[in-house]
């Protein structure tokens, strides 16, 4: 009799169609077929949800702050010819208690590109925040990285929530 044959190795399957242009055609053709069967409500809570799902922690933090209509103290430091070499430092990290206060500039730049919230012109009542925001470190490292034969410009500018942003809290709020 002739030996046993090894049983032959199975087939693979196919691999599932992961993440690429057919997977991308058809979320595309998914989100172009709901955009004609939503109401503005739905329409408004896809929005609302994909916002909220862009969010860290961090950032609802901030959210939360402004959300009561106080505004925050916010600082860009420029060169003399004007470039900018720290945007979006503020105040509204610390009174939000945020993890990464290092990373406020990142999240005000963030929740600002989804217009949640918006900045507004300086407020000479928050001169003792503008005072502590220039003792900090990273804006310290800005002003002396930016100075040349003359200072760094510091300009002083406000933080609050945007239209876009109160009509997010107030209808997702905890």
Not at 14 to 33: E, I, K, S, Y
Request: glycine content about 8%; proline content about 9%; charged content about 25%.
């Amino acid at each position: 009799p002739a030996p046993a044959q090894a049983p032959a190795a199975p087939v693979p399957e196919p691999a599932v169609a992961g993440p690429g242009p057919l997977a991308a055609r058809d979320g595309l053709t998914q989100l172009l077929d709901r955009a004609v069967h939503e109401s503005t409500d739905q329409s408004r809570q896809a929005l609302f949800d994909a916002i909220v799902g862009a969010l860290v922690p961090d950032e609802a933090r901030i959210l939360a702050a402004l959300a009561d209509g106080h505004r925050y103290a916010l600082i860009h430091v420029a060169e003399p010819g004007g470039r900018r070499v720290l945007e979006n430092a503020s105040s509204v990290g610390r009174a939000a208690g945020v993890a990464l206060i290092d990373r406020v500039p990142l999240y005000v730049t963030r929740l600002l590109g989804m217009d949640l919230i918006v900045e507004g012109p300086g407020d000479n009542a928050l001169k003792d925040d503008y005072a502590v925001l220039l003792t900090d470190g990273p804006v310290r490292a800005a002003r002396e990285q930016a100075a040349g034969r003359r200072p760094a410009k510091v300009l002083r500018r406000t933080l609050s929530i945007s239209p876009l942003g109160r009509e997010l809290w107030e209808a997702c709020r905890p």
